[in-house]
C-alpha cells in the first residue's frame, strides 16, 4: 500500500472510528446499566486497529523495538503495514494473540536513582491503543 493510500485510509478510519465511539457514548449516556458485549469484535476491527497503528507510528516510542525487536519503520519497509494488521487481527479474531513480555530498560531520574521502564512490542501497543480506543473514545486526532 502507498503512502497516499494509507493516508487516505487512516482518515477513512478515523471517521468510522469516530462514529463508532460517538454511538457508544450516546448508547452510555442514555442508559448507564446498558451492558456492550460485544466490544472485542470493535478491538479486532481493521478500521480500530489502522488507526491504533497510525498513534503508535506516530509517536517517539514507535523508533524502540520490544523484545521482538521490531520497530514500526522495520514493519513498513519489510511486512507492510497491511499484512502487519491483516496478521494481527486474524491472531485476535481466533484467540491466538498473546502479549509478549516487556523489554526492561533502567532509566535516569532527577534525583540521580534509577528507574524501570518496560517497552512493549509494536504488536502489543497496537492492540492496546485500539482497546483504548474503544474504551476511552476520544477525537481520533487527539493522540489518545
Known sequence: MNTDALEYAVRKAERLVLGIQSKLHRWAMDDPHRRFDDIFNLVADPGF?????DRV???KGARTAG???RTAASIEAGQGVEGFLDELRASLKDRSFRPLPVRERMIPKANGKLRRLGIATI???VVQASLKLVQWPSTPTAGG
Open 67 to 69: 523484545v521482538d525487536g
Open 123 to 125: 504488536r502489543d501497543r
Open 49 to 53: 486497529l489502522l488507526v491504533a497503528w
Open 57 to 59: 507510528r506516530g509517536n
